[in-house]
């Protein structure tokens, strides 16, 4: 009789389970995956560093999203991207500039897309075929430590680095260009010398200048960090995005000067928008939705001292943030020249003309 009753207790336990894992099967096939799975999204950026990396992650993590992000500078992520085609590692790309989406665009690397809050975006700024859509405005500016310089002292242009001898040595010179940042200040310099009988539609004079400007600066050796140089005098001038002065002058306690040259600055508009070939389309979507909103890109503003391309989210930009964006004068150049050569310069550049 004992045993009788332990075997349909047996019997019973495992018809449970039988019916358990039908259920769970049920589940799996006719119901969404966990929010986990369902959510989880490779993030490509060049737009991570002084804490928003972490700060995204934070975010994202509580709206239901896992994401994973590689940094790299401009130019290296959008190497990378055109090197995946075939077979895409990363969802989301955001950061770098309108010339790799322009690129990305063309080589039909980018999945059509309109998000919801695309018509609260500057005019102009977006995309017109809907591949990709702006979120921060970034001035590439030539600053310099204001404890060493004044208005007065300071270059009044790019061009007073390499002209004046008092700045010979005492400015930042980059070694690689697979940043955006300075590949927009060597496109900046180079367009006030467009010739199309020039090589690769830039003047002799162009070349000679930055020539010069490679010639004349500080090299810093590995490990060191600009602004670390620019607080203590070593090379203090050199290129900064908009948004990366704030955070390093509570770091470093230096007053950042801000060189506004006549012909204007170059802004970089960094762009959000979704990788063609991602196994997770959906979740892609929700994500730039979610992101390129004017709450998300208004909290950002504020906390990364950014300029928002979402106009909606302007109200939420620090005021010395809107100061600095009226006080610029924006640079004439023409962006679709400049992605037509710019790797030609930089191949130039770096076999010809590195001191």
Same mark, same amino acid.
């Given at each position: ?62 709206? &239901?999203?896992? %994401?994973? !992000? @590689?940094?790299? +500078? ?9 090197? *995946? ?28 897309y309109k998000p ?10 977006n995309d017109k ?49 697979? &940043?955006?940042? %300075?590949? !927009? @200040?060597?496109? +900046? ?9 020039? *090589?690769?539609?830039?003047?002799k004079e162009g ?149």
């Amino acid at each position: 009789m004992y045993i009788k009753r332990w075997l349909l207790i047996v019997l019973g336990v495992l018809f449970a389970s039988v019916l358990a894992g039908c259920s769970s099967d049920n589940t799996s096939k006719d119901q969404p995956s966990s929010s986990s799975e369902k959510k989880s999204l490779v993030i490509y950026s060049n737009s991570v560093s002084d804490g928003r990396g972490d700060w995204l992650k934070e975010k994202a993590t509580e709206k &239901g999203f896992n %994401i994973e !992000i @590689v940094e790299g +500078g401009g130019g290296d992520i959008a190497n990378r991207i055109v090197a *995946e085609k075939n077979n895409p590692i990363a969802d989301v790309v955001f950061g770098l500039n309108t010339m790799n989406y322009e690129d990305f665009k063309a080589a039909g690397l980018l999945e059509k897309y309109k998000p919801v809050w695309a018509s609260e975006v500057s005019k102009g700024l977006n995309d017109k075929n809907d591949y990709y859509h702006s979120i921060v405005k970034q001035a590439i500016l030539l600053i310099y430590n204001s404890k060493l310089y004044d208005e007065k002292s300071a270059p009044k242009d790019w061009t007073d680095l390499w002209n004046k001898k008092e700045f010979h040595g005492k400015y930042d010179a980059p070694s690689s260009f697979g &940043g955006g940042t %300075i590949r !927009i @200040v060597i496109a +900046g310099i180079l367009v006030r010398h467009q010739d199309p009988k020039g *090589e690769y539609g830039i003047s002799k004079e162009g070349w000679d200048e930055i020539k010069n400007y490679l010639k004349y600066g500080y090299y810093a050796a590995e490990g060191e960090d600009f602004y670390a140089n620019l607080a203590s005098g070593k090379s203090p001038l050199g290129p900064m995005w908009s948004s990366g002065i704030a955070t390093r002058e509570q770091q470093y306690g230096v007053k950042a000067g801000i060189v506004k040259p006549e012909i204007g600055v170059p802004y970089a508009v960094e762009q959000v928008a979704i990788i063609k070939g991602t196994k997770n389309l959906k979740t892609a979507k929700e994500f730039v939705d979610w992101f390129g909103s004017a709450e998300v890109q208004g909290e950002w503003a504020k906390k990364f001292s950014s300029m928002p391309a979402n106009e909606k989210a302007l109200e939420h930009a620090p005021q010395e943030v809107k100061d600095l964006e009226a006080s610029l004068k924006t640079q004439d150049i023409d962006w679709a020249f400049v992605s037509k050569h710019i790797n030609q310069w930089v191949e130039k550049i770096e076999l010809e003309l590195l001191p």
